[in-house]
């Protein structure tokens, strides 16, 4: 049983389209986020959502839109891709101690 | 800022060759520090969780050891499953997030 799930695992797409990442947790964390990891593996913090609301906005561009429909389920939209949003995206959640548990992470390619 | 320097940032090991992988951090009082393996592919998988200076965690041939500016992952007789990345972070005691700081990784390979 995966704990936190997200898909699609590899999306390639044309730059200016809009595509969705959908992440689920059956952990019951209250808590769940979204991180971006570089090509160079550092993974940084976009959003963090606390049962629905959001929480932390770091700096990220506006054409990304987090949802979260319920506090198991956080999805990623982004509109208008760049080039640059080409990396790999996890979603996750917080648990007991702050420990925090990764999906599988998505591959996101831009070309 | 908090900031965290892993070194190095690949070690090729033999079978057997016991070895550490090193993280330095910089924050505004620590709550906590945190180790990740990461397989290609995959998530970070967690470790350990260390909170104050002097503790140490083992789990198989990893023991995870902490002071006030570093912290170090002592690898005893890697095998060839133990290859991975290793991330390290923090996480701040202030602030209203509290949200950790990632390290860039160290790969390691461990030669059968």
């Known amino acids: 049983d995966t704990a936190v799930s997200q898909t699609p695992k590899y999306l390639v797409t044309q730059m200016g389209n809009d595509k969705s990442i959908k992440c689920e947790q059956n952990?019951?964390?209250?808590?769940m986020y979204w991180y971006k990891q570089d090509s160079k593996k550092f993974l940084k913090i976009m959003f963090s959502?606390?049962?629905?609301?959001?929480?932390i906005n770091e700096t990220v561009p506006n054409r990304f839109s987090p949802k979260s429909p319920d506090k198991a389920h956080l999805n990623l939209h982004i509109n208008s891709l760049e080039l640059g949003d080409s990396a790999v995206y996890f979603c996750a959640s917080r648990g007991t101690g702050n420990t925090i548990y990764f999906g599988e992470g998505s591959w996101l390619t831009v070309v | 800022e908090d900031q965290v320097t892993q070194s190095p940032e690949a070690l090729r090991l033999q079978e057997g060759e016991s070895s550490s992988l090193n993280c330095s951090y910089t924050v505004s009082g620590l709550r906590g520090l945190f180790w990740y393996r990461q397989d290609p592919g995959k998530g970070p998988e967690f470790l350990f969780t260390?909170?104050?200076a002097g503790e140490e965690k083992e789990k198989e041939r990893l023991k995870a050891t902490l002071t006030k500016k570093e912290s170090f992952l002592h690898i005893t007789a890697p095998k060839p499953e133990d290859s991975a990345t290793y991330l390290c972070a923090v996480q701040p005691s202030s602030g209203s997030a509290r949200q950790l700081t990632f390290g860039s990784g160290t790969q390691l390979t461990v030669l059968p």
């Open positions: 952990l019951g964390h209250d808590t």
């Open positions: 959502y606390n049962n629905k609301e959001l929480i």
């Open positions: 260390l909170y104050s």
